[in-house]
């Protein structure tokens, strides 16, 4: 694994911030002017060009050599006149982020509606699942360390191994997940739902902190996780009507439409500002399991 000497993930949160913040928001000149030269320099030191940046990222590059033609970043500053020439640069590329974000938009709402569409169906199948969400990130001590590409590679080990099914996935019947940049830490991070045979497996806290445990392994370490299973959580949601974690049981309502809304967390289309900024090349960031398999027992055949 080879570490960045920046947060990337952060510097490009902001980044996108500012642009739209210039783009969508009344300006505030000298701050603009303070965020670019705090900014410009590390992105334009770091900029991988192997990598596919947000539509926002490229408006910021685009926008800023046009003004700063052939001079290296570390001898641009960023005065009056050159943030003025930034801001009127951006206004170009409005649309072109508004489509950007429109599309965004369209497709987790299909996400949403496929999630659902599976969600059901497994639900229907067995008359009880335990249903597990746990938050992956990376610790506050690590996150400047993490790339798009370790990213990248740590999911692609979890997957292998929900897929293998052993140890800490045994037993499960379907899963979900979607990956995200930014919120409050304006770190990478992934929502995972794990559903498994509710016949087969019951405590769900214990789950939670295995599956937690196998991220921190994966990622040697340096990965955190959230567990939403403690006990004062779950009697918070439970209280309010709302608990959609544990066992779920296919003949209480009440209980299979907490589960569906807690899973189409996973598929929000207004988390605009959490949409990945940078990713590699085929890059998946949302998944779930497939209902039809040949290892689903009970399942009618196919109609031509």
């Known amino acids: 694994?080879?570490?960045?000497?920046?947060?990337?993930?952060?510097?490009?949160n902001n980044i996108d911030r500012l642009v739209r913040d210039v783009v969508f928001q009344p300006i505030y000149f000298n701050d603009v002017r303070n965020r670019l030269n705090a900014l410009y320099y590390p992105f334009m030191n770091s900029i991988n060009h192997d990598l596919y940046y947000s539509q926002t990222v490229?408006?910021?590059?685009?926008?800023t050599d046009?003004?700063?033609?052939?001079?290296?970043?570390?001898d641009v500053i960023w005065d009056h006149d050159k943030t003025q020439q930034f801001v009127n640069n951006l206004a170009y590329y409005r649309n072109i982020i508004e489509t950007e974000d429109n599309v965004w938009r369209?497709?987790?709402?299909?996400?949403?509606?496929?999630?659902?569409?599976?969600?059901?169906?497994?639900?229907?199948?067995?008359?009880?699942l335990l249903f597990v969400r746990v938050d992956l990130k990376y610790s506050q001590e690590s996150s400047h360390l993490i790339t798009i590409e370790d990213f990248n590679l740590h999911m692609t080990k979890l997957r292998e191994f929900i897929g293998n099914k052993k140890t800490c996935f045994a037993n499960l019947q379907g899963n979900a997940w979607a990956l995200e940049q930014g919120g409050i830490e304006g770190g990478l991070h992934c929502h995972l739902l794990l559903i498994y045979d509710g016949a087969k497996r019951q405590n769900d806290w214990y789950l939670a902190k295995e599956v937690?445990?196998?991220?921190?392994?994966i990622t040697e370490n340096m990965g955190a996780y959230y567990n939403y299973h403690d006990a004062e959580t779950k009697r918070r949601f439970e209280e309010n009507g709302k608990l959609g974690i544990g066992m779920i049981h296919r003949d209480n309502p009440q209980q299979v439409e907490n589960a569906v809304h807690t899973a189409l967390y996973l598929t929000k289309p207004d988390k605009v500002d959490q949409q990945l900024k940078v990713w590699l090349p085929s890059m998946r960031t949302f998944g779930h399991g497939i209902y039809r398999t040949a290892k689903r027992r009970g399942l009618p055949p196919i109609a031509n």
């Not at 046009?66 to 570390?74: E, F, H, Q, R």
């Not at 937690?212 to 392994?217: I, T, V």
Request: proline content about 2%; overall charge positive.
């Open 1 to 12: 694994m080879t570490h960045s000497l920046i947060n990337q993930s952060q510097l490009i």
């Open 58 to 63: 490229d408006s910021f590059v685009y926008s």
């Open 66 to 74: 046009a003004i700063v033609g052939d001079l290296y970043p570390c």
């Open 106 to 128: 369209q497709q987790e709402v299909q996400n949403k509606v496929n999630l659902e569409h599976y969600i059901r169906n497994l639900i229907k199948h067995y008359s009880r």
């Open 212 to 217: 937690g445990e196998k991220w921190r392994s």
